[in-house]
């Protein structure tokens, strides 16, 4: 059964101040790894896809990189816009469900 | 916008009430989802459309009842819920059920169980 553990649970940043998010995963297979953004009271938005290990993404001041156990998501310089829950899903195999992690809710202060 | 919506965005019901969610999607996708949220537990998959056919039932109880009329719309039923059934409802879409295509996803529904 794939497995999806997201370190930490919780981050409180100041402005600028650069962190990294974990996701730590178990599956047979990996047919994809994605990252999610989810604001209070909304539904996900879609931010990343990674397939192999070594691949990297990037969109704005957001970094994702991918090994054959781990991602990470990277924020540089992060902004209060940038507070929110961010999870993180494996498939697997042919499986058409996505496995989510619980999330890391961040927090960008000023 | 996500080109997902769905209605109601919040409702209360009673434990012998019966009501449906709705979804629909303007992505031109074939493939819905229904996740259920609830409070520090992971999204989980409930039902899985792919061009109108169920593919995949997550073990859900049978007092929750999906229904897809075509690509576009995706429907929950919902009777004589338990007040554990309270959770954030999406519903979600992707080009196929394939493994390299994303899913986006609804604003969802507030589901309160009384």
């Known amino acids: 059964e794939d497995q999806v553990t997201q370190s930490p649970e919780a981050l409180r940043l100041q402005e600028g101040e650069s962190s990294s998010l974990s996701c730590s995963y178990t599956?047979?297979?990996?047919?994809?790894l994605f990252w999610y953004r989810q604001d209070p009271g909304k539904g996900p938005e879609f931010l990343f896809t990674?397939?192999?290990a070594g691949e990297e993404k990037e969109k704005e001041r957001l970094k994702a990189t991918l090994t054959k156990k781990e991602s990470f998501l990277h924020i540089t310089a992060p902004k209060p816009e940038d507070s929110a829950t961010y999870l993180c899903?494996?498939?697997?195999?042919?499986?058409?469900?996505?496995?989510f992690g619980t999330g890391t809710r961040l927090q960008v202060t000023l | 916008e996500t080109g997902v919506t769905q209605t109601p965005r919040h409702l209360v019901m009673g434990m012998t009430n019966k009501k449906s969610l709705k979804c629909e999607q303007h992505?031109?996708?074939?493939?819905m989802y229904w996740y259920k949220q609830s409070a520090k537990k992971p999204l989980e998959l409930m039902f899985v459309?792919?061009?109108?056919?169920?593919?995949e039932n997550n073990s859900v109880p049978s007092r929750f009842s999906p229904e897809c009329p075509n690509s576009s719309h995706l429907f929950l039923h919902l009777h004589t819920l338990q007040p554990e059934d309270s959770a954030l409802y999406l519903c979600?879409?992707?080009?196929?059920?394939?493994?390299?295509?994303?899913?986006?996803f609804g604003p969802g529904t507030r589901l309160t169980v009384l």
């Open positions: 899903a494996v498939r697997s195999g042919t499986a058409s469900k996505l496995t």
């Open positions: 990674l397939y192999s």
């Open positions: 459309y792919n061009f109108k056919e169920q593919t």
């Open positions: 599956v047979s297979g990996l047919r994809g």
């Open positions: 992505l031109g996708h074939n493939a």
């Open positions: 979600a879409s992707s080009q196929v059920v394939a493994s390299n295509n994303e899913q986006f």
